[in-house]
């Protein structure tokens, strides 16, 4: 391989020549600096074996990096809305099983899938995640049972026990890569967090919506994960399981003698890639900025 001259040292006036593209070009201009009368005492030439080891070294390595990275197969990266809010996701319906017959329970669970009006749970599944600890009220200390009459509206706060819970995206969503086997995505849930507002009048349900969170690692693709789901759910009716219309998805926990139904609209899912991921890959840059300026020196 061709070796290159690296010129080091100041020139008269503070010049530096640092040229290691061309290794006979560097020699000419050697040759020039004489002829033009600079002095070039306490200038010295070294060869560098394998040629510049700086930025066109460093932007090779970094390309072959990005390259391996973006043909690995895996989901596409992105924010994906539901078609309420002019995306591609089909908006769904939901469910919440009262594992004791009773609202706001722990153990109770969520169930939610898309509906396209005909088919039920063709894009995405969500399945599993149920209270974890005691519903918070909002205000703080005020009372999870409704006055007997007026109006009044509760907010509550819950978190969800996610062992077991999981997110399916199908091959049917824009999220999908052609490069993969199989028909969908499985994201293990992480983080599920809901805040329901209750609107009640003369103590019955009047009016309801709620604001889930969530987020998971993808199976089988180690550095792909959904950060957060954004979901808005509005409250439709809610009575024995032997009453749950066909076309919404079942109770969860199985076997709950009760719950709650309604439809799940505002949908956001967002794909990015797993911070640890981009740490690795910001480490590993550094690593060959480092290695390319000690070379240099």
């Given at each position: 391989?061709?070796p290159s001259w690296y010129f080091e040292r100041g020139l008269p006036?503070?010049?530096?020549?640092?040229?290691?593209?061309?290794?006979?070009?560097?020699?000419?201009?050697?040759?020039?600096?004489?002829?033009?009368?600079?002095?070039?005492?306490?200038?010295?030439?070294?060869?560098?074996?394998?040629?510049?080891?700086?930025?066109?070294?460093?932007?090779?390595?970094?390309?072959?990096?990005?390259?391996?990275?973006?043909?690995?197969?895996?989901?596409i990266l992105g924010s994906y809305d539901s078609s309420d809010l002019?995306?591609?996701?089909?908006?769904?319906?939901?469910?919440?099983?009262?594992?004791?017959?009773?609202?706001?329970?722990?153990?109770?669970?969520?169930?939610?899938?898309?509906?396209?009006?005909?088919?039920?749970?063709?894009?995405?599944?969500?399945?599993?995640?149920?209270?974890?600890?005691?519903?918070?009220?909002?205000?703080?200390?005020?009372?999870?049972?409704?006055?007997?009459?007026?109006?009044?509206?509760?907010?509550?706060?819950?978190?969800?026990?996610?062992?077991?819970?999981?997110?399916?995206?199908?091959?049917?969503?824009?999220?999908?890569?052609?490069?993969?086997?199989?028909?969908?995505?499985?994201?293990?849930?992480?983080?599920?967090?809901?805040?329901?507002?209750?609107?009640?009048?003369?103590?019955?349900?009047?009016?309801?919506?709620?604001?889930?969170?969530?987020?998971?690692?993808?199976?089988?693709?180690?550095?792909?994960?959904?950060?957060?789901?954004?979901?808005?759910?509005?409250?439709?009716?809610?009575?024995?399981?032997?009453?749950?219309?066909?076309?919404?998805?079942?109770?969860f926990p199985v076997g709950s003698p009760a719950g709650a139904w309604?439809?799940?609209?505002?949908?956001?899912?967002?794909?990015?890639?797993?911070?640890?991921?981009?740490?690795?890959?910001?480490?590993?840059?550094?690593?060959?900025?480092?290695?390319?300026?000690?070379?240099?020196?």
């Open positions: 391989m061709r006036g503070g010049v530096r020549v640092s040229s290691a593209h061309r290794g006979v070009g560097d020699l000419l201009r050697w040759k020039t600096l004489v002829r033009q009368g600079v002095s070039v005492k306490g200038l010295h030439m070294r060869t560098l074996r394998g040629g510049r080891p700086g930025a066109l070294a460093l932007g090779g390595m970094l390309c072959v990096l990005l390259l391996a990275t973006a043909v690995q197969a895996g989901p002019s995306g591609l996701v089909e908006t769904g319906r939901w469910t919440e099983g009262f594992k004791f017959g009773t609202p706001n329970t722990v153990g109770n669970g969520a169930h939610a899938a898309s509906w396209n009006a005909g088919v039920l749970g063709a894009q995405w599944e969500l399945i599993g995640p149920t209270i974890a600890s005691t519903t918070v009220i909002y205000p703080v200390g005020g009372s999870p049972v409704p006055p007997p009459t007026g109006m009044a509206i509760i907010i509550y706060q819950r978190v969800f026990d996610t062992t077991g819970a999981t997110l399916t995206l199908t091959d049917t969503g824009p999220w999908w890569n052609a490069a993969d086997p199989g028909t969908e995505y499985v994201v293990d849930l992480t983080l599920y967090e809901q805040t329901l507002t209750v609107t009640y009048v003369n103590g019955a349900i009047a009016n309801a919506s709620s604001i889930e969170t969530f987020q998971g690692d993808i199976q089988g693709y180690p550095g792909y994960q959904l950060l957060y789901g954004h979901t808005v759910g509005a409250y439709e009716d809610y009575g024995l399981a032997a009453q749950l219309p066909a076309n919404y998805p079942s109770f309604g439809v799940a609209e505002g949908i956001r899912f967002d794909i990015v890639p797993e911070p640890s991921t981009m740490a690795l890959l910001g480490t590993g840059v550094l690593g060959l900025m480092l290695r390319g300026i000690k070379k240099r020196r």
